[in-house]
């Protein structure tokens, strides 16, 4: 949607929303790019959802109690309820994580054979016909289309997430869901799996929505 197709209340919301994802960065090493300190100290991670009934708050006439320094009266925003929760790492993150894991615990093969067999190693043989590159492309494929990017394509546009689900109108599910894993520009879509899109709760219709999308945006290799 064009500017000129957001309501003013909307409009009004996404700005609250931009204010108190800048003005609650959080730096410390707890897990979440953004937290609300609570009176206690204690840090309250923040999502989509948090920053979306905060802002919304903020609009109303008059805002119920909450400014930018105080949070809505919102079971989210509950010290007993999220003090202890750490934000869980993004899918993305997980990956990542896993694969330096396994980089590093791998050992060599090994190789046994015995005396008996060193003749028939060292004889002649004619050598094996070409291996068909059939199979190879087959598996290409099949690597390529469990990704969110199709194959043989790039990435386009690089802008946010928020800003791709409005370019191409996409529900706000959608949107809401990259945003609670953390997901923030189009760039990360290269290293999106399909099966993650399934973990992170994504209906069917949501995946082929967004599939579309992603098709229309990506540029041709």
Known sequence: PTEADISPLNAEINQNIAVLRQKYLCHDNDGSDHCWVNPEGKHIHLNFSHFNKWA????????????????????????????????RPSLLQQRIANEKNAGGAGTGPVINFSLDGLAEILRPHAPAPAASSAPASATQDIADH????????????????????????????????????????????????LDDLEKMGFAPGDIAELREAVRRWAVAL
């Open 146 to 193: 469990s990704m969110l990017l199709p194959a043989k394509t790039k990435c386009g546009e690089t802008m946010s997430v928020d800003a791709f689900c409005g370019q191409f109108h996409l529900d706000d599910f959608i949107a809401q869901k990259f945003a609670e894993n953390r997901y923030k520009t189009t760039v990360s879509f290269l290293y999106v799996r």
């Open 56 to 87: 919304a708050c903020l609009v109303r006439r008059p805002p119920n109690g909450c400014d930018l320094n105080t949070p809505p009266n919102h079971a989210l925003f509950d010290p007993k309820a999220n003090a202890n929760h750490l934000a």
